[in-house]
């Protein structure tokens, strides 16, 4: 089975930090990883995703995710945040032999403070 | 294209009674999902509908919950009797499936079981 785990449950962060949030998946096959976001009050949002091909993915809102497959992770990262970047993130992973259906991480509640 | 359609966007009601959630998925796309978020649970997938086929319905809870998609179009969320710890806010989601499992996924039905 397929399983997702984010490191960080909450993170607090200055305008213009840098922002990295940490997600690992324990299947062993081939996956599709998904990063969305989700703003306070609103749903789900695709903010990238990976299938194939180059392992730095780059998404919307300068946001870019690296697939390490060696350390089944694909960390999240964007190099200057804004304040609109507060949000709760999510990785999810699909496989083939799960179906396709998505599984999410817990969740990363992101705080810009302006 | 309007996206996933969902509604009502809020409900608020009484222990006891039916509650009857309703999503529109996106046009031409052949899975359904639906999730349940809470703050204490977090994002939890209830049950999802391959060309309307119930393919994993394990996440639904318990008994009081039921889905059903009669048609490429619309599906139905109910809960009956519902209960206080209910109260959540229920996303349906939709993707074409085996294009690599992106989801689409709608605003929301905000519940309230007082």
């Known amino acids: 089975a397929q399983s997702v785990s984010q490191h960080n449950h909450h993170v607090i962060l200055s305008e213009a930090a840098s922002l990295e949030l940490g997600c690992n998946y324990s299947?062993?096959?081939?996956?599709?990883l998904f990063w969305y976001v989700q703003y306070p009050g609103q749903h789900l949002q695709l903010l990238l995703k990976y299938f194939s091909g180059d392992p730095l993915v780059k998404g919307i809102k300068g946001f870019e995710a690296e697939f390490i497959k060696s350390k089944f992770s694909f960390n999240l990262r964007k190099p200057s945040v804004q304040w609109s970047d507060t949000a709760e993130y999510f990785c999810a992973v699909s496989s083939k032999a799960a179906g396709n259906k998505l599984t999410f991480g817990g969740g990363t509640r992101v705080l810009v403070k302006p | 294209d309007a996206g996933v359609i969902q509604s009502p966007r809020h409900e608020v009601t009484e222990m006891g009674q039916e509650v009857t959630l309703r999503c529109k998925p996106i046009?031409?796309?052949?899975?359904l999902f639906w999730y349940r978020q809470t703050m204490m649970r977090g994002l939890e997938l209830l049950i999802y509908f391959n060309n309307n086929v119930p393919i994993d319905d394990s996440g639904m809870p318990e008994d009081r919950f039921s889905a059903k998609m009669p048609n490429a179009s619309f599906s139905t969320l109910k809960i009956q009797p519902s209960e206080p710890r209910d109260s959540a806010v229920y996303f349906c989601a939709s993707s074409l499936r085996d294009t690599n499992n992106e989801q689409f996924f709608g605003p929301g039905t905000r519940l309230t079981v007082l």
């Open positions: 299947y062993g096959g081939t996956v599709n």
């Open positions: 046009s031409g796309h052949n899975s």
